[in-house]
T-cell receptor, first 115, second 114 residues
Framework: AQSVAQPEDQVNVAEGNPLTVKCTYS??????LFWYVQYPNRGLQFLLK??????LVKGSYGFEAEFNKSQTSFHLKKPSALVSDSALYFC?????????????FGTGTQLKVEL | EPEVTQTPSHQVTQMGQEVILRCVPI?????FYWYRQILGQKVEFLVS????????KSEIFDDQFSVERPDGSNFTLKIRSTKLEDSAMYFC????????????FGDGTRLSIL
């Protein structure tokens, strides 16, 4: 079975400061990992993915994430937060070895960036 | 940029009634999905669809649920006899292929069962 944990319900950060949104995962095989963002009354918008290769992946709007196999983590980061980054962020995993094509999501982390 | 579109944005239905949620996936995508998000809970996988058949489904996707691609553009989710606990946001998604492309989501249909 595959699962995702996002340990923080909410992260608050000041504009201009770096931000980190944490994600850990559990799969029986090899993972594909994704970050999505959800703005109010909108669907999930794809930010970035880790498939293979470089552990540091870069995505939309200046976001990046680091895959750490030993810690089974895929934390989302941004060097300098903007107020417009305030939204709900979801980490998701797909177990490519175990087969199947469903995404399993975490519970989401509300990011609040303040002036 | 191409988008997944869902209609209606909000559907209110009496318990026991049938409801059909509609989605137009991105035109060159081959894989289609439905997910749901009950208020305050995580996004949950319901079903995936490829080559005109269900490729995977979750425990939630019981006999009350069905999916169909009635023509070359639409992808529908039917709930035959709705229950109060079916109230949720339903998201359609599509992807180009299975292996390494992300799933792209629509804005969802909020289903309210009275």
């Amino acid at each position: 079975a595959q699962s995702v944990a996002q340990p923080e319900d909410q992260v608050n950060v000041a504009e201009g400061n770096p931000l980190t949104v944490k994600c850990t995962y559990s799969v029986s095989g090899n993972p594909y990992l994704f970050w999505y963002v959800q703005y109010p009354n909108r669907g999930l918008q794809f930010l970035l993915k880790y498939i293979t290769g470089d552990n540091l992946v870069k995505g939309s709007y200046g976001f990046e994430a680091e895959f750490n196999k030993s810690q089974t983590s895929f934390h989302l980061k941004k060097p300098s937060a903007l107020v417009s980054d305030s939204a709900l962020y979801f980490c998701a995993v797909r177990d490519i070895t175990g087969g199947g094509n469903k995404l399993t999501f975490g519970t989401g982390t509300q990011l609040k960036v303040e002036l | 940029e191409p988008e997944v579109t869902q209609t209606p944005s909000h559907q209110v239905t009496q318990m026991g009634q049938e409801v059909i949620l509609r989605c137009v996936p991105i035109s060159n995508h081959l894989y289609f999905y439905w997910y749901r998000q009950i208020l305050g809970q995580k996004v949950e996988f319901l079903v995936s669809f490829y080559n005109n058949e269900i490729s995977e489904k979750s425990e939630i996707f019981d006999d009350q649920f069905s999916v169909e691609r009635p023509d070359g553009s639409n992808f529908t989710l039917k709930i035959r006899s709705t229950k109060l606990e079916d109230s949720a946001m339903y998201f359609c998604a599509s992807s180009e292929n299975l292996v390494n492309q992300p799933q792209h989501f629509g804005d969802g249909t909020r289903l309210s069962i009275l």
